[in-house]
């Protein structure tokens, strides 16, 4: 008998790779039917049938419920569009061929353009205000709190609509830099902050940074550098060299690994066909632009994933020293948040990667 064998009543590790794998080929399943199927009555149903599995799969996370429980839902999805092409054939509904696939990160760039420039809209950009305000209380935080700000050189790299920036430039810096490559966005931001002449909004990308070696004292890249397909380690190197000595870098990546980023590769897929502007003109007033936001983000933009491991090796040598910021209760997905679920590494991988790099 060894040491444990007399616990009856030790909790069994789980196998969850089985079902993983069951549930990738329900996906593989309904996505190849999906494809086959080139219909404008498809497309009008693609749209709510993919924000049905994403809020499907976000409910179980919510609820720290098993994320295999999704398998009942595409393959009642799956059985829907085996009917559907049954009566394709039958002529029941029009078949005509869609337009060829664009560019995944071209068509990253444009979703991007005008999802921010469309749930950003007027009062909107108001209530997502709010999710960067609780965000960068706990990096100012991290950082000695809100007089830190004060006097400092910021660069926010990849923008979006601005949030980040508004919140900043109340708490004296002495620039803030902030660029984006949307041409609608720039224009955008621009006319917001116009008034401000502590505020330059650039339009430019951060795949490769034309800014002076040292030149700020707080480097942000929120969620940005994954959607290029550029060398991830090359971009982040780039953004240290900008960084002074006794600076910060903020950085938010998504991880690698898990059901999320595999469901959110196949709605991409799913809705190759789509576009963006369908998208949100079929949803944009009646769903909170803060989940239209999301709709943008996993459906319509492309990903890098990364390791863990992977990236804290490529930041030691850049860095004195870095620090996992834990993100926010119900904004973010990190282990810190998720203690108590027992699914988290099937459901998220290693979870998002938020860091704060000290120069």
Same mark, same amino acid.
């Given at each position: 008998?060894?040491?444990?064998?007399?616990?009856?009543?030790?909790?069994?590790?789980?196998?969850?790779?089985?079902?993983?794998?069951?549930?990738?080929?329900?996906?593989?399943?309904?996505?190849?039917?999906?494809?086959?199927?080139?219909?404008?009555?498809?497309?009008?149903?693609?749209?709510?049938?993919?924000?049905?599995?994403?809020?499907?799969?976000?409910?179980?996370?919510?609820?720290?419920?098993?994320?295999?429980?999704?398998?009942?839902?595409?393959?009642?999805?799956?059985?829907?569009?085996?009917?559907?092409?049954?009566?394709?054939?039958?002529?029941?509904?029009?078949?005509?061929?869609?337009? +060829?696939?664009?560019?995944?990160?071209?068509?990253?760039?444009?979703?991007?353009?005008?999802?921010?420039?469309?749930?950003?809209?007027?009062?909107?950009?108001?209530?997502?205000?709010?999710?960067?305000?609780?965000?960068?209380?706990?990096?100012?935080?991290?950082?000695?709190?809100?007089?830190?700000?004060?006097?400092?050189?910021?660069?926010?790299?990849?923008?979006?609509?601005?949030?980040?920036?508004?919140?900043?430039?109340?708490?004296?810096?002495?620039?803030?830099?902030?660029?984006?490559?949307?041409?609608?966005?720039?224009? =955008?931001?621009?006319?917001?902050?116009?008034?401000? +002449?502590?505020?330059?909004?650039?339009?430019?990308?951060?795949?490769?940074?034309?800014?002076?070696?040292?030149?700020?004292?707080?480097?942000?890249?929120?969620?940005?550098?994954?959607?290029?397909?550029?060398?991830?380690?090359?971009?982040?190197?780039?953004?240290?060299?900008?960084?002074?000595?006794?600076?910060?870098?903020?950085?938010?990546?998504?991880?690698?690994?898990?059901?999320?980023?595999?469901?959110?590769?196949?709605?991409?897929?799913?809705?190759?066909? =789509?576009?963006?502007?369908?998208?949100?003109?079929?949803?944009?007033?009646?769903?909170?632009?803060?989940?239209?936001?999301?709709?943008?983000?996993?459906?319509?933009?492309?990903?890098?994933?990364?390791?863990?491991?992977?990236?804290?090796?490529?930041?030691?040598?850049?860095?004195?020293?870095?620090?996992?910021?834990?993100? =926010?209760?119900?904004l973010d997905v990190t282990p810190e948040l998720y203690p108590d679920d027992t699914y988290f590494t099937p459901r998220f991988g290693c979870g998002h990667l938020r860091?704060?790099?000290?120069?």
């Amino acid at each position: 008998m060894t040491g444990s064998d007399h616990r009856a009543y030790a909790r069994l590790q789980r196998d969850d790779a089985a079902p993983e794998r069951h549930l990738a080929d329900r996906l593989q399943t309904l996505l190849s039917l999906a494809t086959n199927i080139e219909s404008p009555l498809v497309r009008d149903m693609k749209p709510s049938i993919a924000l049905a599995l994403k809020w499907k799969f976000d409910y179980l996370a919510k609820r720290l419920e098993s994320p295999f429980e999704l398998e009942r839902d595409v393959t009642y999805w799956v059985d829907v569009f085996r009917m559907l092409e049954r009566l394709g054939e039958e002529r029941w509904f029009a078949l005509a061929e869609g337009a +060829p696939p664009a560019n995944v990160w071209d068509r990253t760039a444009r979703a991007f353009d005008v999802g921010w420039t469309t749930t950003t809209r007027g009062e909107r950009f108001r209530a997502s205000l709010e999710i960067a305000r609780e965000r960068l209380e706990q990096i100012l935080g991290m950082l000695g709190g809100r007089e830190w700000v004060r006097g400092k050189q910021i660069l926010d790299s990849g923008c979006g609509p601005g949030r980040y920036v508004e919140i900043l430039r109340t708490l004296s810096p002495a620039r803030i830099v902030a660029f984006d490559q949307g041409p609608r966005l720039v224009e =955008v931001v621009r006319d917001r902050f116009s008034g401000d +002449p502590i505020v330059k909004v650039l339009r430019g990308t951060c795949e490769a940074l034309a800014f002076p070696d040292e030149a700020f004292d707080l480097v942000i890249s929120n969620g940005v550098l994954h959607h290029t397909q550029s060398d991830l380690r090359t971009m982040i190197t780039d953004h240290a060299r900008t960084l002074r000595r006794g600076g910060a870098m903020f950085i938010m990546l998504v991880g690698k690994g898990g059901l999320e980023l595999k469901i959110w590769k196949f709605l991409r897929a799913f809705l190759s066909d =789509v576009p963006v502007d369908a998208m949100l003109g079929r949803f944009g007033d009646s769903i909170s632009p803060l989940r239209l936001q999301g709709v943008v983000d996993h459906m319509y933009g492309e990903y890098q994933e990364t390791d863990r491991t992977d990236f804290e090796t490529w930041c030691r040598p850049l860095f004195s020293r870095i620090e996992r910021v834990p993100g =926010v209760a119900g904004l973010d997905v990190t282990p810190e948040l998720y203690p108590d679920d027992t699914y988290f590494t099937p459901r998220f991988g290693c979870g998002h990667l938020r860091y704060l790099c000290f120069k």
